[in-house]
């Protein structure tokens, strides 16, 4: 079946940047786009951006450019999130997500990974 | 960026008595609009897709409907395990925006 694991908590200071990781099983991995989605505590769920794990490209939301890289190894089907200049705000559960179909970047998420919190204190 | 609206916040209903919950986009969306269940301490999970489509394994009970900016999901006969946080998603147009979710609790 489908999996995606995340990488495990994080604590980081303010300015600091973390690197979440997801790693794919079950399926063909360059296949499809991942998406990166937060919440922060008791909040909605907020889109990052995406990336193609066929070619590497990536597109993120506007909030985020030049803070967040998302990154693939196709070799070991693992998806990355790199997230710059961390301040409090960005203290949140980062979640992973498969779009459903094949080769289609903007899509409902059929699969989920299980989240990974990053809490950001001095 | 497409603005999704959810409507009420909290909704307290009975078990086996019917929920019904509204989202609403700033722009026509066609029906490119996901349901998503969420309890505590769990990531998302889809409902629905396609505006009126069953993701698999949801109960019959789950319906979908809407197109354009006005979209409901229907919860008949809740049980309680359907007790959660429901999140509306749209996937018109970037960037992809969700609601602020409907909690519905027990009654």
């Known amino acids: 079946q489908v999996l995606l694991v995340q990488s495990g908590a994080e604590v980081k200071k303010p300015g600091a940047s973390v690197r979440v990781f997801c790693e794919a099983s079950?399926?063909?991995?360059?296949?499809?786009?991942i998406h990166w989605v937060r919440q922060a505590p008791g909040q909605g769920l907020e889109w990052m951006g995406w990336?193609?794990?066929?070619?590497?490209?990536?597109k993120s939301a506007q909030k985020f450019q030049g803070r967040v890289a998302m990154t693939r190894d196709t070799s070991i089907r693992t998806a990355y999130m790199d997230l710059s200049g961390l301040t409090s705000d960005d203290t949140a559960v980062y979640f992973c997500?498969?779009?459903?179909?094949?080769?289609?970047?903007?899509?409902?998420?059929?699969?989920w990974g299980q989240g990974t919190l990053v809490t950001v204190s001095s | 960026e497409i603005v999704m609206t959810q409507s009420p916040a909290t909704l307290s209903v009975s078990p086996g008595e019917r929920a019904t919950l509204s989202c609403r986009a700033s722009?026509?969306?066609?029906?490119?609009l996901a349901w998503y269940q969420q309890k505590p301490g769990q990531a998302p999970r889809v409902v629905i897709f396609?505006?009126?489509n069953r993701a698999t394994g949801i109960p019959a009970r789950f319906s979908g409907s809407g197109s354009g900016t006005e979209f409901t999901l229907t919860i008949t006969g809740l049980q309680s395990e359907d007790f959660a946080l429901y999140y509306c998603?749209?996937?018109?147009?970037?960037?992809?925006?969700f609601g602020q979710g409907t909690q519905v609790d027990i009654k």
């Open positions: 997500a498969r779009v459903f179909f094949k080769d289609t970047s903007a899509g409902w998420y059929g699969y």
């Open positions: 079950g399926y063909t991995f360059s296949g499809y786009f």
């Open positions: 990336i193609n794990s066929n070619s590497g490209d990536t």
């Open positions: 722009q026509n969306v066609n029906t490119r």
């Open positions: 396609g505006a009126s």
């Open positions: 998603q749209q996937y018109h147009d970037w960037p992809l925006t």
